[in-house]
């Protein structure tokens, strides 16, 4: 099956420096990816929407100059939490979906902590 | 407003029985509806999904029905096991290739 790999898995940083994370599409060309952000026990919280080559359309309540997602090619998108602090301690996940699917292959997450 | 509510947030069943979990949708018209599983801290993975032409699918111990009068889907485990035990989500898909999520639903397959 189709491989969406994140990274890193893990991450500890210290508040105000700014966090990358990629996710790359293995073996298909991800015309959409989809990032999510998941606090414990809760469901997935859609924070934006990438198509290659094209701004990300962000949620509502969700700051695209804090959260900046780049999807310059059709395997790669990344997520950068610029300027962190702890409260944007939380698990990040990455999904992507390509022509012709009809379900989105999940990142593996990235648990962020913001000390 | 639009919701997607799963039943409980947890639910415990004895090996063997089958579990039962509901997805409950307002305010939605999706193209379709898919179930993911989720281990704790890994990404979803998907396990079904269901057109909205379709009532039900099948797929090995896993069993989707999908009634949009209703505006509700059933996901059954039949024969469950340890193994079973995470957390289940269910998906809408609409025809704008946009994805929501459901609270999701825990589950404990006791031995």
């Known amino acids: 099956g189709a491989v969406v790999s994140q990274h890193p898995s893990r991450v500890i940083c210290k508040s105000g420096t700014s966090v990358k994370i990629e996710c790359r599409s293995l073996d298909f060309q991800a015309t959409t990816m989809f990032w999510y952000r998941q606090f414990p026990k809760q469901s997935l919280m859609l924070m934006a929407t990438s198509n290659e080559g094209s701004k990300a359309t962000y949620e509502q309540g969700v700051e695209k100059d804090k959260f900046l997602i780049n999807h310059a090619s059709l395997t790669l998108s990344t997520l950068t939490v610029t300027s962190a602090h702890p409260e944007d301690s939380s698990f990040y996940i990455c999904?992507?979906?390509?022509?012709?699917?009809?379900?989105?292959?999940f990142g593996s997450g990235t648990q962020l902590s913001v000390l | 407003s639009q919701k997607i509510e799963q039943n409980s947030e947890a639910l415990n069943i004895q090996e063997g029985k089958t579990a039962t979990l509901t997805c409950n949708y307002t305010?939605?018209?999706?193209?379709?509806l898919q179930w993911y599983r989720q281990d704790p801290g890994r990404g979803p993975v998907f396990l079904l999904l269901i057109r909205e032409n379709e009532k039900e699918k099948r797929k090995e111990r896993l069993k989707v029905t999908f009634d949009t009068t209703l505006k509700q889907s059933l996901f059954h485990i039949t024969a469950s096991q340890p193994a079973d035990s995470a957390t289940y989500l269910c998906?809408?898909?609409?025809?704008?290739?946009?994805?929501?999520f459901g609270t999701g639903t825990s589950l404990t397959v006791i031995p």
């Open positions: 999904s992507a979906f390509g022509r012709g699917n009809e379900k989105l292959f």
């Open positions: 998906a809408l898909m609409n025809t704008g290739n946009q994805f929501y």
């Open positions: 305010n939605y018209s999706p193209a379709y």
